[in-house]
């Protein structure tokens, strides 16, 4: 099933990663400054399109754990 993914246009504190995340994700409505990135079926996907937009792209630990990398 498709989803619809952004990116966190605000990069996270520690290491300067874009979160990606789905529009269900629990986090999804703590990011203020997002860009909507497309409806993909897998995180990787996304987390690929978000690499286009900034070089630190990862994905969501919650939403999109298999993509997540620390
Ligand atoms: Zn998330």
């Known amino acids: 099933m498709k989803q619809k993914y952004y990116v966190n246009n605000n990069p996270q504190s520690d290491k300067g990663d874009h979160e990606v995340h ?3 994700c629990p ?3 703590l990011m203020y400054n997002r860009t ?3 409806e993909f079926e897998t ?3 996304a987390v690929l399109e978000a690499k286009k937009r900034y ?3 990862n ?3 919650t939403c999109s754990r298999p993509c997540h990398t620390s």
């Open 22 to 24: 789905t529009a269900t």
């Open 36 to 38: 909507y990135l497309g």
């Open 55 to 57: 070089e630190k792209a």
């Open 43 to 45: 995180c990787q996907a």
């Open 59 to 61: 994905g969501c630990r």
């Open 27 to 29: 986090y999804f409505l």
